[in-house]
């Protein structure tokens, strides 16, 4: 397994582009399930899980090309309707298959994600919502299968609005006969950017990014070309990137709009956010105080950034507190943040933060994508001996050519094998 290595203390200087959204590139690519036409996607990131996609549409019988950031899809043979143990295990976002092949084959055979009982994550709100469109649901040797002869319209209330259910239910209703009405949906910018895709393949939808979504089905859907929006959460994390190290970062083809939070709370702290056309400019400008932060569904403080939220916090004079509401268990990154000397305390969903003056360099291990930022962000300032971060892998489902973009910045990093 590769690892990077980083000698902290280097203040963050330059320019980088930001790359596509995987949040948003993953249910566009399967949306492309839903038609025989030929489809293009463009600015779609170089990561594990877009790979991982890649082969599932394969596997299913799709035809993939792939020429740098752009991928053209188009139709094989007949689809298949499983999607296999193997696969699904390595991205839990493989279930969005259920809502395009059970509304364009009547059934569909997904793996449940590796270890998770139906109920114990949110896919019991994907399958409550297949349900009210009338499919049949059994469980059978670690498979989730779903029938339905022909998906009808209904109404489907969110207990939670659960993006991944979203986004399965909104592939599966565009060709349910009739209409359906999805109230408590999510609203995150990726739903809105699966929507416009949607719409330009000849669906009839309304109000993709509140809390009520109306799908008027249609009886076939049509290929289409697209540009991915801009990963907001990557754009967060650069920016945190030039707060933390006390830098001056200019953010290219990024979107200040789908990250109002971040910016306002960075803001909040001291820092100089600069937000154009298409660029972020992150400067510091003075020394930063500490800013509490509670997590929340979009327009919110992203959960996707709170570890990264957290590395800054640990070394901003004064006290701050994060409150993580949408996650349980999602301060995995705190014991590893504390073997470089950050001060944290954990009381239930809050961690009580006393910024250190500065940390030290020393061996530490990644346990999940965001924790793996946050880690990164936190050694880039570790003075002493160099950090070695073990079991990035898991970086290398979110971010594209991570090492790579931060030296480009003049940090002192490097990734061996």
């Known amino acids: 397994m590769d690892k990077i290595i980083i000698h902290g203390g280097r203040k963050l200087r330059g320019k980088l582009n930001i790359s596509g959204s995987k949040n948003a590139a993953l249910p566009i690519l399967i949306a492309t399930l839903l038609t025989n036409e030929d489809c293009e996607v463009k600015n779609v990131p170089s990561l594990a899980d877009i790979d991982t996609t890649i082969a599932l549409l394969k596997h299913i019988n799709k035809n993939v090309e792939r020429h740098g950031s752009k991928i053209r899809i188009s139709s094989n043979a007949h689809l298949k309707h499983t999607a296999p143990y193997e696969l699904v295990k390595k991205m839990r976002a493989s279930v969005l298959v259920m809502g395009p092949i059970l ?105 993709a990014g509140s809390k009520k979504i109306v799908v008027e089905g249609v009886k076939k859907l049509n290929g289409f070309a697209h540009e991915i929006i801009p990963d907001r959460i990557e754009t967060a994390t650069y920016l945190i990137a030039g707060a933390i190290t006390k830098g001056n970062v200019v953010l290219k083809k990024a979107e200040g709009n789908l990250l109002k939070a971040v910016i306002r709370k960075l803001r909040e702290s001291g820092m100089k956010i600069i937000v154009n056309n298409n660029t972020i400019n992150a400067v510091y400008t003075k020394t930063l105080k500490p800013v509490n932060i509670k997590t929340g569904v979009y327009p919110r403080f992203p959960t996707d950034v709170q570890a990264q939220w957290m590395a800054l916090m640990s070394v901003t004079k004064g006290k701050s507190i994060i409150e993580e509401t949408v996650f349980e268990s999602r301060f995995s990154h705190v014991g590893e943040l504390q073997r470089l000397g ?26 999940d994508l965001r924790a793996g930022a946050a880690l990164v962000l936190a050694a880039l300032v570790a003075g002493g001996k160099k950090t070695t971060i073990s079991r990035v892998y898991h970086l290398d489902r979110g971010y594209e050519h991570l090492e790579v973009k931060l030296r480009e910045l003049g940090a002192k990093i490097r990734r061996i094998k």
């Open 103 to 207: 509304a364009r084959l009547g059934e569909v055979s997904v793996s449940l994600p590796g270890g998770c009982a139906i109920g114990a994550r949110p896919i019991d709100i994907h399958l409550d919502g297949f349900e009210k469109l009338g499919a049949n649901i059994s469980l059978r040797g670690g498979y989730i299968q779903v029938k339905a002869e022909k998906l009808k319209g209904a109404r489907i209330v969110f207990k939670y609005p659960s993006v991944g259910a979203t986004e399965n239910l909104l592939l599966a209703s565009v060709l349910a006969r009739g209409k359906t009405i999805i109230d408590n949906a999510a609203r995150e910018p990726e739903i809105v950017d699966l929507a416009r895709v949607l719409i330009k393949m000849g669906a009839k939808i309304r109000g």
């Open 342 to 367: 950050a001060n944290i305390e954990l009381k239930g969903n809050r961690a009580l933060i006393k910024g250190v003056e500065r940390l030290s360099g020393a061996p530490i291990m990644i346990s």
